[in-house]
């Protein structure tokens, strides 16, 4: 099953922040969040695995909830070069990854 | 970090013809890769899990014998659009994992756009 992304699209003037959430009716193994560029291939952002697990890298962080059920990707301050579409992945001992549907993201001067 | 390419970046065929990507994994080696379809404007549907020396496994709802894939050798797989038509148009991407700190990343290629006239 997909996991379900909110909200679907986010418009942000630079410098604000924004949050986006995955969630899974069931316990996730891991959440990968990717960025992709129109027409471009996804970039990987990050991998949480463990329940409680927040991780992050300069301006943009994640946290997985203690059920493994939810995953918010924090993006803190944004600036033009955040704009993309926000892909949450549900991840598997087997190296397969389901995309939810994507959050599209646009960050304006 | 690992690096997957595929060839070619993009293609336009026409209608009932057939067209081959192929997808590498240029400095290490994948016995299992994934090929996506991506529609304008819509999420990155995975289409099947190709599997070196043995038989790709396809999700539900993707014709197997329409997209022929093979995992010829540790660094490559390939994808075989069969008898094209307009609505096989869409942005393939192939990607290969890697174990690491106990969780699979994903690697993937630049991705092929194809289109079909």
């Known amino acids: 099953q997909q996991p379900v ?21 069931k316990a996730l193994y891991s959440v990968h969040w990717y960025r992709q560029k129109h027409g471009e291939a996804p970039v990987f952002l990050m991998i949480l695995l463990k329940g ?17 059920q939810q995953s918010s990707l924090y993006l803190t301050a944004s600036q033009l070069s955040y704009s993309g579409t926000y892909f949450c992945g549900k991840g598997s001992n087997t190296g397969k990854l389901i995309f939810g549907q ?8 | ?12 065929c026409k209608s009932g013809t057939s067209v081959k990507i192929e997808c590498r994994s240029l400095d290490f080696q994948a016995t299992t890769m994934f090929w996506y ?8 549907m995975l289409m099947a899990t190709s599997n070196e020396g043995s038989k790709a496994t396809y999700e539900q709802g993707v014709e ?24 096989d148009s869409s942005f393939y991407i192939c990607s290969a994992p890697t174990l690491a700190g106990g969780s699979y990343e994903q690697y993937f290629g630049p991705g092929t756009r194809l289109t079909v006239t």
């Open chain 1, 5 to 25: 992304q909110s909200p679907q699209a986010v418009i942000l003037r630079e410098g604000e922040d924004a949050v986006i959430n995955c969630s899974s009716s």
């Open chain 1, 52 to 68: 409680g697990e927040q991780k992050g890298h300069e301006k943009i962080s994640a946290s997985f909830n203690e059920k493994k």
């Open chain 1, 102 to 109: 994507g959050t599209t993201l646009q960050v304006k001067p």
């Open chain 2, 1 to 12: 970090g690992a690096v997957v390419s595929q060839h070619p970046s993009w293609v336009i």
């Open chain 2, 37 to 44: 379809r991506q529609f304008p404007k819509q999420s990155l």
């Open chain 2, 64 to 87: 197997k014998d329409k997209f022929l894939i093979n995992h010829a050798s540790l660094t490559l797989s390939t994808l075989t659009v069969t008898s094209a038509h307009p609505e």
